[in-house]
């Protein structure tokens, strides 16, 4: 009897030991379209594009305070002919392997689930806006870290050039 029971268990183990179902591609596809990812990478890339636009000019006028407003508005407009020409289908191609990755079809379907719902909703609909809002909040910071940043790697070249002119000096001599 005893045998028995751990036949039993034995026979039931593979069972208990299988993982949850991978998620599939159209699991992932799904999820994106409830969640309407399309749209909220698009709508985060002019996000992302107007900040570094600002970054940019602060840092261009910064080190060259004659630089025209037509200079920029040239840089302005590679800037957005690059981001115009960036693939938002080859990037949601690119993260549907991550997604599998990382969630089964369980967890991609709850998911689903929950962005279907109301709430899930009102959270993709402020999502874009909430990053926005924080990215500005954070320009301040970011900028002085990028300016100690730069601060820093100048000090840092001043003394490889010192370094190298006491180099050459000592050779010559």
Avoid at 71 to 79: E, G, K, P
Wanted: hydrophobic share 40%; glycine share 2%; proline share 3%.
């Amino acid at each position: 009897m005893k045998h028995a029971f751990f036949v039993l268990l034995l026979l039931a183990l593979p069972t208990f030991a299988q993982t949850a179902a991978p998620a599939t591609k159209e699991d992932v596809q799904k999820l994106f379209n409830v969640m309407h990812v399309k749209e909220q990478i698009s709508e985060t890339l002019d996000g992302v594009r107007k900040q570094q636009r600002s970054i940019m000019h602060e840092t261009l006028k910064s080190e060259d305070p004659t630089l025209s407003e037509a200079r920029l508005a040239s840089y302005d407009q590679a800037m957005d002919t690059m981001l115009k020409d960036t693939s938002i289908d080859g990037m949601l191609e690119d993260m549907i392997p991550i997604y599998q990755k990382h969630f089964n079809h369980a967890d991609i379907a709850a998911m689903t689930d929950f962005y279907a719902s109301p709430t899930g909703q009102k959270a993709l609909h402020e999502m874009p806006a909430l990053t926005t809002e924080s990215m500005q909040a954070s320009y301040g910071r970011m900028q002085k870290q990028m300016d100690a940043a730069m601060q820093k790697i100048k000090q840092m070249a001043a003394e490889d050039q010192a370094k190298q002119k006491k180099a050459m000096q000592d050779s010559q001599k």
